[in-house]
């Protein structure tokens, strides 16, 4: 005789006080096209969080940091003398650290801009369309009155 009721396939997880033990993802895993999906929603949402965080100093040091020890890499490939290329190499490091902060400080600012002005954009759009609405109701309402028809009464008389 065939079996009609499935198997159950994990084992129960709960114990004699009633309490359900967490266990892990039970679901099927992924299929690589979802998986693909989901991590670019994730790494489009860290970008935005990376973005809508203000700038440091400290992240302006470690930016400089980067930029001064790669030009100090490109000053010795071309062969310069390792002392000069050494001086040169702090000298940019404490120009870079002002002028990527304020660099970052500058955009930030834009984009905060940018952002509140297309907030406003929004708000008032919801806000034509919750008058649209209301307007729309209204004149069914008045509509529906002088036709004798009560509000909300699609049809009338009996169908």
Same mark, same amino acid.
């Given at each position: 005789?065939?079996?009609?009721?499935?198997?159950?396939?994990?084992?129960?997880?709960?114990?004699?006080?009633?309490?359900?033990?967490?266990?892990?993802?039970?679901?099927?895993?992924?299929?690589?096209?979802?998986?693909?999906?989901?991590?670019?929603?994730?790494?489009?949402?860290?970008?935005?969080?990376?973005?809508?965080?203000?700038?440091?100093?400290?992240?302006?040091?470690?930016?400089?940091?980067?930029?001064?020890?790669?030009?100090?890499?490109?000053?010795?490939?071309?062969?310069?003398?390792?002392?000069?290329?050494?001086?040169?190499?702090?000298?940019?490091?404490?120009?870079?650290?002002?002028?990527?902060?304020?660099?970052?400080?500058?955009?930030?600012?834009?984009?905060?801009?940018?952002?509140?002005?297309?907030?406003?954009?929004?708000?008032? =759009?919801? $806000?034509? %369309? +919750? #008058?649209? *609405? /209301? &307007?729309? @109701? !209204?004149?069914? =309402?008045? $509509?529906? %009155? +002088? #036709?004798? *028809? /009560? &509000?909300? @009464? !699609?049809?009338?008389?009996?169908?």
């Amino acid at each position: 005789m065939a079996q009609t009721k499935r198997k159950r396939k994990t084992k129960h997880r709960g114990t004699a006080a009633g309490n359900v033990v967490a266990r892990g993802r039970t679901s099927r895993p992924n299929s690589p096209s979802r998986a693909r999906k989901q991590s670019g929603q994730q790494r489009r949402q860290a970008r935005v969080e990376r973005a809508s965080r203000p700038p440091t100093w400290q992240g302006a040091v470690w930016r400089a940091a980067v930029a001064a020890g790669i030009f100090f890499v490109v000053m010795v490939v071309l062969r310069q003398p390792i002392a000069s290329a050494a001086f040169v190499t702090v000298l940019m490091f404490f120009l870079y650290i002002p002028m990527g902060y304020y660099t970052d400080r500058f955009i930030f600012s834009r984009r905060k801009v940018k952002l509140a002005r297309e907030a406003a954009i929004r708000r008032e =759009q919801m $806000t034509e %369309q +919750k #008058t649209e *609405q /209301k &307007t729309r @109701q !209204k004149t069914r =309402q008045k $509509t529906g %009155q +002088k #036709t004798g *028809q /009560k &509000t909300g @009464q !699609k049809h009338g008389g009996k169908r």
